[in-house]
Structure formats: structure tokens, C-alpha cells
């Protein structure tokens, strides 16, 4: 079983970037597509992106293309996401997700990380 652990979400204005970054503890982190989601005060959960176990596939939600991009480093177990020209409507808790065997990059997560904040200001 795999942890995730999320960090580097706060308080930025609208405009600004963030990298969030998300830390497994399976040794064996090649195993696991990894994405990142996130929830807004009062939605549900929606997906973000996706990265494919190797790393040289991706896929992001069709609104968040041209801003948000993920990335991996299996060496280190480590996956990020990386948001370009926040919008206030980007807060919400972000939270990285692990997954074996995603049939559509978007279901399928057997794990999940606490989640860090992301709080973007007008």
C-alpha cells in the first residue's frame, strides 16, 4: 500500500504559479499511474491530470489545459503539479492520487493523499 503526502499549497493572487508536490512511500513507485484532483468548497472532487507510470504520457482536464502540468520522478518517488495564471476559481484542496490500473486516467484511484490547500485571491 502506498502514501501520498502533498505539499506546497497557500495563499497566492490570482496570476501567480504554485508547484505542489506529492511524495510516495512505495519503493516500488513505477507501478502506480499518479494524478491529482482537487475539490472546491462545496463541489465534488474533479480531475486535474494524470501522468502514466513512465512518465511520457499525460492527460489533463480539457479547462485546465495550457496552465496546469504534472511531472514524475520515479527515481525519487515523486510526482508535481504545476499551475501557471491561477484563477481564483483554482482554490480548493489538491490532492495526489495513485493508481494500477486506470482504465481512463480519470477512475480508478486506489490511493489518496490528505490533500494540500491551494487558496488563490482575487
Known amino acids: 500500500q502506498v502514501q501520498l503526502v502533498e505539499s506546497g499549497g497557500g495563499l497566492v493572487q490570482a496570476g501567480d504559479s504554485l508547484r505542489l508536490s506529492c511524495a510516495a512511500s512505495?519503493?516500488?513507485?513505477?507501478?502506480?499511474?499518479m494524478g491529482w484532483f482537487r475539490q472546491a468548497p462545496g463541489k465534488e472532487r474533479e480531475f486535474v491530470v494524470a501522468?502514466?507510470?513512465?512518465?511520457?504520457?499525460?492527460y489533463t482536464a480539457d479547462s485546465l489545459k495550457g496552465r496546469f502540468t504534472i511531472s514524475r520522478d520515479n527515481t525519487k518517488n515523486m510526482v508535481w503539479l504545476q499551475m501557471h495564471n491561477l484563477k481564483p476559481d483554482d482554490t480548493g484542496l489538491y490532492y495526489c492520487?495513485?493508481?494500477?490500473?486506470?482504465?481512463?486516467?480519470?477512475?480508478?484511484?486506489?490511493?489518496w493523499g490528505q490533500g494540500t490547500q491551494v487558496t488563490v485571491s482575487s
Open positions: 512505495e519503493g516500488t513507485f513505477s507501478r502506480y499511474v
Open positions: 492520487a495513485a493508481s494500477e490500473r486506470t482504465p481512463d486516467w480519470v477512475t480508478g484511484y486506489d490511493y
Open positions: 501522468i502514466s507510470k513512465s512518465g511520457d504520457a499525460t
